[in-house]
């Protein structure tokens, strides 16, 4: 499915909960990163991640958290300090080098339930 | 911090009618800049890009512009078809490493 996946593809939320969702990709990229996507808004960067164990903060980064353990997996938390956390969320990964050949998932619907 | 303007937001046009949507960018140290397709509930798709030291580029019934000096660029496609119909997204290479997009221009074609 075009090398990246992201499970799930929908996502319930109750109030207080943290959830995280999966990205893995099976391109070799070294750069991984999370947008949200909001109507009207096109897409914001949440964390990005240039090298495994290492990972850096994006526009929209609180009530967010990453980790970068391999280079196959980004998986992204929304914790319950998120207060708005219902969005369609993004996982892109790129060759590292620049942006260059930047490929998408895709995505996961979260909704606060 | 760094921006990329789009406009319109929306656009509707007959088929067969051209669309061109702009988009202008802040970090004068951007240097690639790709334009993005996106149907209703799907992943953003390439469509095409374009580097900082070409002005144009061109494929089928798409292209691309670029003006450095006025960071700006744009993008063009002719003999419009219902399944143009869709959000374009913008994106500039920031200098952190990361693409920079602008908020979308939704697309409609009428028959």
């Known amino acids: 499915d075009g090398g990246i996946t992201q499970s799930p593809k929908y996502l319930f939320r109750k109030e207080g909960q943290n959830v995280t969702l999966s990205c893995e990709q099976n391109?070799?990229?070294?750069?991984m990163y999370w947008y949200r996507q909001d109507p009207g808004q096109g897409l914001r960067l949440i964390y990005y991640?240039?090298?495994?164990?290492?990972?850096q903060k994006g526009d929209i980064a609180e009530g967010y958290s990453v980790s970068r353990e391999k280079k196959e997996s980004f998986p992204l938390t929304v914790t319950s300090a998120q207060k708005n956390p219902t969005a369609f969320y993004l996982c892109?990964?790129?060759?590292?080098?620049?942006?260059?050949?930047?490929?998408f998932g895709s995505g996961t619907r979260l909704t606060v339930v | 911090g760094e921006n990329v303007e789009q406009h319109p937001s929306t656009l509707s046009v007959q088929e067969g009618d051209s669309a061109v949507i702009k988009c202008t960018y802040s970090?004068?140290?951007?240097?690639?800049f790709p334009w993005y397709k996106q149907e209703l509930g799907k992943r953003p798709q390439l469509i095409i890009d374009?580097?900082?030291?070409?002005g144009e580029k061109k494929d089928q019934r798409i292209a691309v512009t670029l003006n450095k000096t006025a960071k700006h660029f744009s993008l063009h496609i002719t003999e419009t078809q219902p399944e143009d119909s869709a959000v374009y997204f913008c994106a500039a290479g920031g200098s952190q490493g990361n693409l920079i997009f602008g908020k979308g221009t939704k697309l409609s074609v009428k028959p």
């Open positions: 374009i580097r900082s030291n070409v």
């Open positions: 991640s240039q090298i495994v164990n290492d990972f």
């Open positions: 970090d004068s140290a951007s240097n690639y």
């Open positions: 892109a990964s790129s060759t590292g080098q620049g942006v260059y050949g930047y490929t």
């Open positions: 391109l070799n990229h070294d750069a």
